[in-house]
């Protein structure tokens, strides 16, 4: 074996092993923990949490022809003395917050 076959044989190993990792990363749901904390972190920007909850199943979701899986969950805080309760949607694979309604 030369050294230029062993050279690419290692080069194309790194290439697809890279590729399917990216393609991998995509069909993954992120963990609840890391999607509950960006959702609590967009939260206390507009002041302390009191209290949130997360299912940690995704679920399927649809709206109109977008059909996606989803983390419901819920956060509770103090504002100006009052305590508001709200509940979220946030997508599985990319953490965005779909829908945030008050209880």
């Not at 044989?9 to 990792?21: E, H």
């Not at 206390?44 to 649809?62: A, L």
Request: with cysteine; aromatic share 12%.
């Amino acid at each position: 074996m030369n050294w230029k076959s062993f050279l690419a044989g290692t080069v194309a190993g790194l290439i697809g092993g890279y590729c399917l990792r990216k393609v991998l990363d995509e069909k993954m749901p992120l963990s609840p923990e890391k999607v509950l904390d960006d959702v609590k972190n967009t939260f206390k920007k507009e002041g302390s949490i009191d209290g949130s909850w997360m299912q940690m199943k995704p679920e399927d979701y649809q709206k109109y022809p977008v059909k996606t899986k989803v983390y419901r969950g819920g956060i509770m805080r103090t504002h100006n003395e009052e305590r508001q309760q709200f509940e979220f949607i946030a997508d599985a694979f990319t953490g965005s917050i779909l829908d945030v309604y008050p209880l």
